[in-house]
């Protein structure tokens, strides 16, 4: 017969593969699950002022844009196997040095799925300075970028892509 060591050795490495096998199916089942977000946001208006001349030579301004929009954003995970979701909005842009500029205008974190649907009505938290006159009249999306942290598995991210959106021609 087996002693009592040999039989609790077994049991316990019996119950370590077990849960690691739960883990492994847990984990590639939530891949299966990808969150479908639908997400709105309305551009209610482009403020702007104009601040000190930056010191060139041209006498160009330094302009910063300030948004108002409100972001509706709802994500359905089945699962709700997430720790955390990161969601920001990034105005993107062209211009002749850099095929895509970023600028992150807000970003927030939803903990929880009971908090995955909300209705955000601010301003951006971050500046969007152009500095020149580069920017005057130009194009941009504004692109919705999430990121999620599941409980077990890999963190996957994507994005809402809206576009149709153009700076002002003129300053004031």
């Not at 002693?3 to 891949?31: E, K, P, Q």
């Not at 479908?36 to 010191?55: C, D, H, M, Y």
């Not at 105005?91 to 649907?117: F, H, R």
Request: hydrophobic share 40%; proline share 4%.
């Amino acid at each position: 017969m087996h002693s009592f060591g040999y039989r609790a050795n077994a049991l316990l490495t019996f119950a370590v593969t077990i849960l690691a096998l739960m883990c492994a199916i847990a984990s590639f089942s939530d891949n299966l699950n990808n969150p479908s977000p639908t997400a709105e946001v309305k551009v209610l208006s482009i403020n702007w002022f104009q601040r000190q001349p930056n010191g060139n030579d041209e006498g160009q301004h330094d302009v910063e844009y300030i948004f108002k929009f409100a972001v509706h954003v709802y994500m359905e995970h089945k699962t709700g196997c997430f720790k955390c979701v990161f969601v920001f909005l990034a105005a993107e842009y062209a211009t002749p040095m850099n095929s895509l500029n970023q600028v992150s205008l807000w970003d927030g974190i939803i903990p929880s799925k009971e908090q995955a649907k909300f209705w955000v009505h601010t301003t951006n938290k971050y500046r969007f300075i152009d500095q020149g006159n580069n920017l005057r009249g130009k194009k941009f999306n504004l692109t919705l970028h999430w990121h999620v942290m599941p409980k077990t598995g890999k963190m996957f991210a994507d994005k809402i892509v809206m576009s149709g959106y153009r700076l002002p021609d003129e300053y004031r």
